[in-house]
């Protein structure tokens, strides 16, 4: 796959059209009606029909420009009611590295990632997805869940086009040659799918916010973890 991944970084490298764009995720689940009626118990079959009727709402964009990237989750989108965990966090990336914003205990806070997360292994296999050449990625990455007191590791399975040379992902899913087009977690049946690409005449006005302190994603992790245990 090394010649490959080459190739594509020299494909992106040369393409000279302009950055700015608009891209639009929605998100998908395994679930169906079949499944949720197959559910015996009362309270796990509510929960899942919620989990499906909500999962509709959950729009995200990502907007780029020559310099910097921003994913967020569309809030205005979503009814009141509707929970969305991906939601209350977003992402910031530029070329050396990537910065979560959040909101915890009341309290914003930055978390810095490197520019390189997850180790990518980039595959020959290709599919077409609305009209375009796109190539499977699989991702794999590992930390320490201060939650479940134990090392976690994740495989991510991604499908990305090189066309699109731009910078940013998905979330904390960063770091391919391209543009990715659906991205979900080994063993999850729920998936980030790109609904919509804009290209903008004009540079998408991005703030970066202004940071005094950054935190490790470990730093994080125990954060989220005195959160839940307290």
């Not at 764009?21 to 499944?35: D, S």
């Not at 009362?42 to 929960?47: A, H």
């Not at 991906?86 to 810095?112: A, L």
């Amino acid at each position: 796959a090394e010649p490959l991944f080459r190739s594509l970084l020299l494909l992106s490298s040369f393409s000279v059209f302009s950055q700015n764009y608009r891209i639009t995720y929605g998100k998908t689940t395994g679930l169906t009606q079949e499944k949720i009626d197959k559910a015996k118990d009362p309270f796990v079959r509510k929960n899942l029909q919620n989990d499906m009727n909500n999962t509709k709402y959950l729009k995200y964009e990502l907007l780029t420009n020559d310099t910097i990237a921003y994913f967020s989750s569309l809030k205005n989108l979503r009814p009141e009611g509707v929970i969305d965990w991906n939601g209350n966090s977003s992402y910031y990336y530029t070329k050396s590295k990537v910065i979560q914003e959040s909101e915890v205990q009341g309290k914003t806070i930055f978390v810095e990632y490197p520019s390189h997360r997850i180790k990518w292994e980039i595959t020959d296999e290709t599919l077409s997805i609305q009209g375009y050449t796109c190539y499977k990625a699989v991702g794999n990455y590992q930390y320490y869940s201060h939650i479940r007191k134990m090392q976690m590791y994740e495989i991510w399975e991604a499908w990305f086009c090189p066309d699109f040379p731009i910078r940013g992902g998905v979330a904390k899913q960063y770091g391919l040659p391209g543009l990715i087009f659906s991205i979900g977690k080994q063993g999850s049946k729920d998936m980030f799918v790109l609904e919509k690409i804009e290209k903008l005449p004009n540079s998408p006005k991005i703030k970066f916010p202004k940071i005094n302190k950054t935190i490790t994603e470990d730093d994080y992790e125990k954060l989220m973890s005195e959160g839940i245990t307290r």
